[in-house]
Every structure is written in structure tokens, then in C-alpha cells.
T-cell receptor, first 112, second 109 residues
Framework: DGGITQSPKYLFRKEGQNVTLSCEQNLNHDAMYWYRQDPGQGLRLIYYSQIVNDFQKGDIAEGYSVSREKKESFPLTVTSAQKNPTAFYLC???????????FGPGTRLTVT | AQRVTQPEKLLSVFKGAPVELKCNYSYSGSPELFWYVQYSRQRLQLLLRHISRESIKGFTADLNKGETSFHLKKPFAQEEDSAMYYCALRGDNFNKFYFGSGTKLNVKP
């Protein structure tokens, strides 16, 4: 079950600490995405990147940061400025011109 | 502004009954709409897209531009259809998608 991977599956952090979630894909996709999934709120877009060295804010970017130094990697940093970081985070990718997004298995982050 | 609304958080039906998961959208242009499904302990995956006008696992969805709807339908629900379903819209930016809040379908035996 390759394609797009996220690690770790579960992550625990203390409040006030920054934490980085990994997302890697070997699909040669140009576009990559980070979503946050909360019960009753569906998927909300945090950041997306259409090409290497470029990314745009989504609807809930505050308290998050990303980088896109390589085509296959799109790490997400949850900073201490994110007021409610405990959530399930999904990464996805899509080919240029393609319609379908391919999702990773997700990372569940718990901040206490 | 683009927006996707799924009014039902939970839908429970008995096996063999028809099922309809509602999706309404707001978009000023020509929309591209999708249904994604997340089975228990599996990844979110594409179920179907309106542009293909396909039937997947017995599910169909018709785009109704007059009612701005893209409801997902299946005439006879199966227990294995139990999952979380998300409606999604691709907007002006070809790489940006908007998801609804999701509907959990529970098919009872």
C-alpha cells in the first residue's frame, strides 16, 4: 500500500512544542495537500502546494507552516500558535491535470 | 464563494433499502463534483465523479445544476456500504478542493 505515506500514525506532544508531520509520495504528483479532519467538520484545507518551492494557504492556515523543497515531500509543522492542534491530519496528492486526490493514511496528533 | 453542504451527519438504513446521501453546493461557474468514501480503518478514496457519469459499487450521483445538488444514491444498500461519505467540489483553482462535513452511513442488517 505505497503511493502516499504519512508518519507517524500517532503523535503525542506537550502544549507549547512545535511538531512536524511527515508526508511522502512516490506517485510523481505535482500537487500536494494538508487537511485537518475533525468530527462534524469534515476536511478543512490547511495548505496546498502545486509545485516544488511553492505553496498557498488554505482555509485554516493559522498556526501551521509547510515547506516543499522536494516534489515527493510536503511536511507540515504544527506550531505552538495553533490554538487547537489535537486532530486527525490527512495528506493528499494529485497529478497535474488529474481529477482525483490520493490520500495518505493520516496522522492523529494529540497535544496535552 | 465555493461551498459544499451535507445536511445529514448520520444516515441509518436497513440492508436492502434505498439510500440517498445529500450534497448541495454553491459555485458560480461550471462545477466539478466528487464523492469520496472512507471505510473503517481505510484511507479516504474517490468513489465517483460527476464528469464520468459512472456507477461504482451500485452508487450513482447526478449533477442537478438547477437545484445545485449532487446527491449520492443506491437502490439497495448493503452492510459493506457503511462508511463516511464526503462530497467535494473543485473550484476555479484546478488544484483546490472544497469538502463537505461528511455523512456517516450506517447500514443495519
Amino acid at each position: 500500500d505505497g503511493g502516499i505515506t504519512q508518519s507517524p500514525k500517532y503523535l503525542f506532544r506537550k502544549e507549547g512544542q512545535n511538531v512536524t508531520l511527515s508526508c511522502e509520495q512516490n506517485l510523481n504528483h505535482d500537487a500536494m495537500y494538508w487537511y485537518r479532519q475533525d468530527p462534524g467538520q469534515g476536511l478543512r484545507l490547511i495548505y496546498y502546494s502545486q509545485i516544488v518551492n511553492d505553496f498557498q494557504k488554505g482555509d485554516i492556515a493559522e498556526g501551521y507552516s509547510v515547506s516543499r523543497e522536494k516534489k515527493e515531500s510536503f511536511p507540515l509543522t504544527v506550531t505552538s500558535a495553533q490554538k487547537n492542534p489535537t486532530a486527525f491530519y490527512l495528506c493528499a496528492s494529485k497529478s497535474t491535470g488529474g481529477l482525483e486526490q490520493y490520500f495518505g493514511p493520516g496522522t492523529r496528533l494529540t497535544v496535552t | 464563494a465555493q461551498r459544499v453542504t451535507q445536511p445529514e451527519k448520520l444516515l441509518s438504513v436497513f440492508k436492502g433499502a434505498p439510500v440517498e446521501l445529500k450534497c448541495n453546493y454553491s459555485y458560480s461557474g461550471s462545477p466539478e463534483l466528487f464523492w469520496y468514501v472512507q471505510y473503517s480503518r481505510q484511507r479516504l478514496q474517490l468513489l465517483l465523479r460527476h464528469i464520468s457519469r459512472e456507477s461504482i459499487k451500485g452508487f450513482t450521483a447526478d449533477l442537478n445544476k438547477g437545484e445545485t445538488s449532487f446527491h449520492l444514491k443506491k437502490p439497495f444498500a448493503q452492510e459493506e456500504d457503511s462508511a463516511m461519505y464526503y462530497c467535494a467540489l473543485r473550484g476555479d483553482n484546478f488544484n483546490k478542493f472544497y469538502f463537505g462535513s461528511g455523512t456517516k452511513l450506517n447500514v443495519k442488517p
